[in-house]
């Protein structure tokens, strides 16, 4: 893909899991536990298809530098770096999950719950931040 439409596509995914993470958890909340259960595979298949599209582009056009070096820079870093140190603690967290319910070990899935979906949810939503701050925002501030 070119220009700014494989970045876009990366952050739909972004977003799309953090709509299936909230729907999730609205569903366990009203004791929806099917509708939960389908939530959360989706969002974690938005995740697994957003990492791999990640790293293929990512292996194709290499790292992408945020432009200028304004005040809007380290605000920039910040995101991104906090971004990224979530995303590596989510994917065995996510997975840890989705395993103890399978068993089904509900108790300790809910605890450790607790943990990934915060994180998870951070995860996906800078993840958007990070797009329209290096791809919208970057290019209006620093043309």
């Known amino acids: 893909m070119s220009g700014e439409l494989h970045p876009a596509l990366n952050a739909c995914l972004n977003a799309l899991s953090a709509i299936f ?7 366990i909340k009203r004791g929806q ?24 582009r990512f292996l194709i056009s290499g790292t992408h530098v945020y432009p200028g070096g304004g005040w809007d820079k380290p605000v920039y870093l910040t995101i991104l770096l906090t971004h990224m140190a ?3 603690v ?6 840890r999950s989705i395993w103890l319910a399978t068993r089904p070990d509900y108790a300790r899935h809910k605890r450790i ?26 290019p209006i501030l620093h043309p």
Do not use: D, I, N
Not at 90 to 95: K, Q
């Open 21 to 27: 993470l909230v729907m999730g958890f609205r569903a």
């Open 33 to 56: 536990r099917e509708r939960h259960r389908m939530m959360m595979l989706a969002a974690f298949a938005a995740s697994s298809t957003f990492l791999v599209s990640y790293v293929a």
């Open 86 to 88: 979530a995303a590596l």
């Open 90 to 95: 989510v994917v065995p967290l996510s997975l």
């Open 113 to 138: 719950a607790k943990v990934t979906w915060p994180l998870w949810m951070y995860t996906s939503v800078t993840g958007v931040l990070v797009y329209l701050m290096l791809y919208q925002l970057a």
